[in-house]
């Protein structure tokens, strides 16, 4: 089994940054594909980025391309979020996920952490 916890959520001003981290315990996840997902009230949760076991590879929702970038330090066990230019849009609560595969298939995803909030005014 694999516990995911994420943290750096906040309140933070439209224009602002923030870095999101997600702390893996249980055992390694350095070969697993890592994604942060989020959703929003009264929405479905939706893929944010993606990146690949060894951090090679990367994916963003194109909502977010240009804005956001996603990392991994699998010494630490940890993959990161961090987001720049935030809009109201952003607003959501955000979750990490671990999958045996770089994917886009939320299915495919089997831990996923308890979420942290992001909350961006305007």
């Known amino acids: 089994q694999v516990q995911l916890v994420e943290s750096g959520g906040g309140l933070v001003q439209a224009g602002g940054s923030l870095r999101l981290s997600c702390v893996a315990s249980g055992r390694s996840v350095s070969s697993s594909g890592m994604g942060w997902f989020r959703q929003a009230p009264e929405k479905e949760r939706e893929l944010v980025a993606i990146?690949?076991?060894?951090?090679?590879?990367?994916r963003y929702a194109d909502s977010v391309k240009g804005r956001f970038t996603i990392s991994r330090d699998n010494a630490k066990n940890t993959v990161y979020l961090q987001m720049n230019n935030l809009k109201p849009e952003d607003t959501a609560v955000y979750y990490c996920?671990?999958?045996?595969?770089?994917?886009?298939?939320?299915?495919?995803?089997?831990?996923w952490g308890q979420g942290t909030q992001v909350t961006v005014s305007s």
């Open positions: 996920a671990a999958s045996g595969r770089f994917t886009f298939a939320t299915m495919s995803y089997d831990f």
């Open positions: 990146i690949s076991s060894a951090g090679g590879m990367t």
